[in-house]
């Protein structure tokens, strides 16, 4: 979602928009505001502690933040805001009141769905609570337009939380098609130590039971146990850090490898800079995402984007962000045995890999976060529109 965010932002600036990000503050030596590109102002408000809150603490900050949002407004004239574009739930909350104390419209992506990831749960993850449930159903009934990632986020807002269809419109995220992009194989392995001869499997994400790279780790001892000459060659590497559920046990995927026997085998990486992270992707052979749900997938088109195939769930956002067959391949369920079935023939077959990482460089290549920023000016533009409908008729309410 911060990516997400901020390369809009920038996009959006770029297009003749001002933009103001608001989020809370998480140090005391941030400033009140900061430029962080030209024409995007970011906000650091006061909202409770500045070191690390839990997600299930953040709601009570809910009225401190919201303060904050509504005093910098009160700072300006009226009418200083035309549009409020609120992301993740507890954004939505805020935005809700913003858009009735400022009379703008109010647009909102919800980046991920708690009944949904109420519905694919795996197995120990804790459930989201009802709050939130009840939360994001307020934010759908009174936001003027719904941004869907994918046509099944669109069709799960619409289904599962009675969005009106007229609302939502689905516009698609991006890649920095400028940094991620296929590049020297050889160097980037230098880069990381990598073997220039290894069987490279990477994961790249935050170390939860949502994003599964356990079903990676033992995909990778069932390939070793078919065939134990295999363990000379693969590496798997675990790049994130734990996050959400993940904290409860954050050496678990280091206990599970070594509990498997191929602790010498899984290697684990620190969350990189976007840049590394780019060399890290082509230093793989294969990216595998096997998350439970995923609203869209950004891992799996920066990796495609740098040329390497994925091998991906086949739930939420990941059906659209690989092509089946083409830039990677689908695999229904979280079975390792299946995983380590698929992952093995790819590995097995070097012209078959080599012609998914050419088809994975075209695919993402139809992801671009100007498109994406383009998509939600389009969204913008009518929702303002509508606003100013309602307003010329004397229709206040929604």
């Not at 012609?355 to 939600?376: E, P």
Request: hydrophobic share 40%; with cysteine.
């Amino acid at each position: 979602m911060n990516v997400y965010i901020v390369e809009v932002s920038k996009r959006l600036a770029a297009a003749g928009v001002e933009v103001e990000i608001f989020t809370r503050a998480t140090s005391s030596e941030l400033p009140p505001s900061v430029e962080m590109a030209p024409g995007v102002l970011v906000r650091h408000v006061h909202a409770g502690p500045f070191e690390g809150l839990s997600k299930e603490e953040l709601p009570g900050q809910l009225c401190a933040f919201t303060s904050g949002v509504l005093r910098a407004e009160a700072s300006h004239e009226p009418g200083w805001y035309d549009l409020v574009h609120s992301h993740y739930w507890l954004s939505g909350q805020v935005g809700w009141l913003a858009k009735d104390r400022w009379g703008v419209p109010l647009v909102h992506s919800a980046h991920t769905l708690a009944r949904v990831k109420n519905a694919s749960l795996a197995d120990g993850d804790r459930p989201e609570p009802r709050a939130r449930v009840i939360g994001e159903d307020q934010v759908v009934s009174e936001s003027d337009s719904l941004i869907a990632n994918t046509p099944d986020e669109a069709a799960q807002l619409i289904t599962m939380y009675g969005a009106d269809p007229a609302r939502v419109s689905t516009v698609t995220p991006g890649v920095d098609l400028g940094r991620f992009h296929p590049g020297d194989r050889r160097a980037a392995r230098r880069r990381f130590g990598i073997r220039p001869d290894a069987d490279v499997l990477l994961f790249v994400g935050r170390i939860q039971p949502l994003k599964a790279p356990d079903v990676l780790v033992r995909a990778a001892a069932r390939i070793i146990e078919a065939d134990p000459s295999r363990r000379s060659a693969l590496e798997v590497i675990v790049c994130g850090g734990p996050s959400g559920s993940g904290l409860d046990e954050p050496e678990h995927l280091q206990r599970l490898a070594a509990s498997l026997g191929i602790a010498d085998v899984v290697r684990f990486m620190p969350p990189l800079p976007p840049d590394d992270l780019a060399t890290l992707y082509r230093a793989a052979d294969i990216t595998v995402v096997p998350s439970h749900n995923e609203s869209f997938g950004l891992v799996a088109v920066e990796s495609q984007a740098c040329g390497t195939p994925v091998v991906a769930a086949a739930v939420g956002g990941l059906v659209t962000a690989v092509r089946d067959g083409y830039s990677g391949v689908l695999v229904d369920g979280h079975d390792p045995g299946r995983y380590a079935s698929v992952l093995s023939s790819l590995l097995a077959e070097p012209r078959r890999l080599r012609t998914y990482a050419s088809g994975a460089a075209a695919h993402a290549a139809s992801f671009s976060w100007q498109r994406t920023a383009d998509g939600l000016l389009t969204v913008y533009r009518d929702a303002m529109a509508a606003q100013n409908r309602r307003l010329a008729l004397g229709v206040t309410a929604v």
